[in-house]
């Protein structure tokens, strides 16, 4: 079967992987879309570090076609969106409702695919670059036929992370003001998230003003090239302010934007060990910085609550896919992600 491997050195789609059959409690997946995040990029050029070779994608959507012993809450046909958590469900931590900070959902790659006899790696669980997958029944959620599988894809990682910043981990409340710096695929989920939160001030950030539209589209009240004017829109600072490229001097400035009780939530990728600066003393007035891992999302919970409000008109899809690929052109799609030419650019099977 087809699928996008990196060895370590470089990128190509293949077309002789192999998968295995699904044990108990896990599925397969039969691939129809998978968006292009740029945390699969970054594995590319080592900001991620992951062993190889590896079969990357990690946003995916497609029919299941078959389940293991024991997995009931799909079967096969069924059209489902893919999570990257494969949380062991029995933990204190899934107990307490907090999935993402399972310790069985990290760090953990298993090998479900072989190239000549050769294992290979699966990145984040989950391999949406191939045409099957193999996933822990957990990772799957049925949603709706109607839901085009090109727009379904994109709740697995951008939705889940963006929007759930909003609503889960800084529980953004009616009224509030929000800055998002950095308008790509989380970005633009990060702005409707803030509008469907019922923000009053949602002020984007980016260096380039061909994405004010798009921004404007999803939530945005004001549109910024920079931060430097964000003082003259919000005096006092913002309640809210979401890191969204992994820079650390935007680190800084979203503490730096911060009113008081003010948060900053960080959701870039920074390459691995790099360290941000911020004034101590400026946190003394109750501010805030947040991590934020996949949106402190809940996946069986979360994506049918994002696949209701698309359906309602309330959460955008359909607009974040600005252009599909077949998966022969990964190459074209990465050199588009890269010029900034597509907000989500995805693969298809």
């Known amino acids: 079967m087809r699928g996008v491997l990196f060895d370590g050195k470089r990128v190509e789609v293949v077309d002789d992987l192999e998968v295995r059959e699904p044990g108990p409690g896990e599925v397969v997946v039969a691939i129809a879309a998978a968006g292009l995040c740029h945390s699969d990029l970054s594995v590319v050029d080592g900001t991620i570090p992951f062993p190889v070779p590896v079969v990357l994608g990690h946003e995916g959507a497609g029919l299941v076609e078959a389940v293991g012993a024991g997995v009931s809450h799909v079967s096969a046909g069924d059209h489902v969106a893919l999570s990257t958590l494969a949380n062991c469900g029995t933990c204190a931590e899934c107990d307490r409702g907090r999935p993402t900070m399972c310790r069985k959902a990290i760090g953990r790659p298993g090998q479900p695919f072989a190239r000549g006899g050769r294992p290979v790696f699966q990145f984040a669980s989950n391999s ?11 990772q799957v959620v049925r949603i709706p ?3 085009p599988l090109s727009s379904a894809a994109l709740i697995g990682c951008g939705v889940l992370t963006g929007v759930g910043a909003v609503l889960n981990r800084a529980k953004v409340e009616y009224g509030d003001s929000v800055v998002v ?3 790509g695929g989380i970005g633009l989920n990060v702005l409707q998230g803030a509008r469907i939160a019922a923000a009053s001030r949602i002020v984007a950030v980016d260096a380039n003003p061909a994405k004010e539209a798009v921004a404007r589209q999803f939530g945005a009240t004001d549109f910024l090239t920079s ?3 964000v003082r003259e829109l919000l005096p006092t600072g913002a309640d809210h302010v979401f890191e969204c490229v992994g820079r650390v001097e935007l680190v800084r400035q979203a503490v730096d934007l911060l009113d008081r009780h003010g948060q900053a939530v960080l959701l870039g990728t920074p390459p691995a060990g790099a360290e941000a600066s911020f004034v101590v003393a400026s946190m003394f007035l109750d ?6 891992r996949y949106g402190s999302s809940r996946p069986q919970r979360d994506i049918p609550l994002y696949a209701g409000l698309y359906r309602e008109g309330r959460l955008l899809l359909d607009e974040l896919v600005t252009q599909t690929y077949p998966v022969e052109e990964f190459e074209r799609a990465v050199a588009d992600a890269e010029a900034g030419k597509v907000a989500r650019g995805v693969l298809t099977f």
């Open 128 to 138: 949406a670059f191939a045409e099957r997958t193999v996933v822990k029944a957990v």
């Open 145 to 147: 036929q109607d839901i």
């Open 181 to 183: 710096i950095g308008t």
């Open 227 to 229: 931060t430097e004017g």
């Open 287 to 292: 501010k805030s910085i947040l991590g934020c």
